[in-house]
């Protein structure tokens, strides 16, 4: 595995105006959904002026980042013929053009009313009809799909029968529920395109879905493999591990060359899948040994009654001792890697623990 060229950060601030929007573009653009005016104010300060006092992280990989966004906050760009993504750096979301109008699949807030506006791009430059008919979701989560209510309520909506059920139990406006739904598979057939939908069981949520492309040779698939980057907190904040950790390998029976995750600023390719399935495995392996080697006897000792501090104390140590090598070995290689992987190994370490059975002990 070779380690890639990092960001200069000279070479960042002699660019600055390309800069601040390829890395506060996408910072920029989560930074505005919070507060818009805070997100100004950061865009516009020269790194050197930055505050001080952060925990300072290593630099981010080349290979991590994408194509810098254009000066409203969104790269739009091919995935092949009439399939686009589009992106403000952070979130991911993707279109189809066809002879039955657009179909979007999600709808990120960060991204926004950018979505429109690159669907408009794509559709002048081709003469296509730029009217969202169709929004596929691949899950319910807010920061995937809560700019849906911006298509009006004349789009059909289309998710897996779970995440209706959510949609409805969520009763968020911004988010109504897809009216059309499956089970475990679905094909679209929408102005003579194919669309695979897929449900392999619950991972990241129990709705997230598989959107197979295979007209296009592209996969999506949202909230696993984040292209060129760790996951974020406790494993991309997942729900199922087991069920996270398999759908990189169901990922990899699909036939595709692009993979669109939902994250970061780029697309992802086969062997970013296999990268992220190695970093998951080094993770398992050095938590096992932690598990293994961690005495936790003096934390009980230490603690005495306090029963939950022993155990906050003793698991902490084991996460830390776990995460330590997988950061060495990953640095430099994929973004963020000393960033998460403390909160990754947690979690991770838990489900080892809780849902495979490692390390348990009974009393004799
Ligand atoms: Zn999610
Ligand atoms: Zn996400």
């Not at 990989?61 to 810098?68: C, E, K, R």
């Not at 799909?145 to 139990?169: K, M, P, Q």
């Amino acid at each position: 595995m070779s380690k890639q060229r990092p960001v200069d950060p000279a070479e960042s601030r002699r660019s600055i105006s390309r800069r601040q929007v390829l890395k506060l573009g996408a910072a920029g653009a989560v930074l505005s959904a919070l507060s818009p005016m805070v997100a100004a104010e950061a865009i516009a300060k020269d790194p050197k002026e930055k505050p001080k006092g952060f925990p300072v992280y290593a630099l981010v990989p080349a290979s991590a980042l994408g194509p810098a966004p254009n000066a409203q906050g969104y790269h739009v760009g091919q995935v092949e013929r009439n399939l686009y993504w589009v992106t403000d750096g952070t979130y991911q979301a993707a279109f189809l053009t066809t002879s039955d109008g657009v179909v979007l699949f999600d709808a990120p807030p960060t991204i926004g009313h950018n979505i429109q506006r690159a669907i408009d791009e794509i559709a002048n430059a081709n003469g296509v009809s730029n009217r969202v008919s169709y929004l596929v979701h691949t899950h319910h989560h807010a920061d995937h799909v809560g700019a849906s209510s911006l298509f009006g309520d004349d789009v059909v909506r289309i998710g897996h029968e779970e995440t209706r059920r959510l949609l409805l139990r969520d009763n968020d406006p911004a988010r109504p529920a897809p009216t059309e739904t499956f089970s475990d598979r679905r094909t679209l057939e929408i102005g003579g395109e194919r669309i695979e939908l897929a449900w392999h069981g619950p991972n990241h949520t129990p709705d997230n879905s598989i959107i197979h492309f295979p007209d296009h040779d592209a996969l999506m698939m949202v909230d696993i493999v984040n292209a060129g980057w760790v996951p974020i907190y406790l494993v991309n904040l997942s729900e199922d591990i087991p069920g996270y950790v398999a759908a990189s390998a169901t990922a990899l029976t699909y036939p595709w060359t692009t993979l669109i995750s939902g994250h970061v600023g780029r697309l992802g390719t086969r062997d970013d899948v296999v990268m992220h399935q190695q970093y998951m495995a080094d993770l398992d392996a050095s938590i096992r040994t932690a598990l293994q080697t961690v005495d936790p006897t003096p934390f009980f000792v230490n603690y005495g009654a306090n029963s939950w501090a022993a155990i906050k104390g003793y698991l902490d140590a084991a996460a830390v001792a776990g995460a330590a090598p997988v950061i060495a070995k990953y640095t430099g290689v994929l973004g963020a890697a000393d960033v998460f992987t403390p909160s990754i190994a947690f979690w991770l370490m838990e489900s080892i623990r809780l849902d495979l059975g490692f390390g348990s002990f009974v009393h004799p």
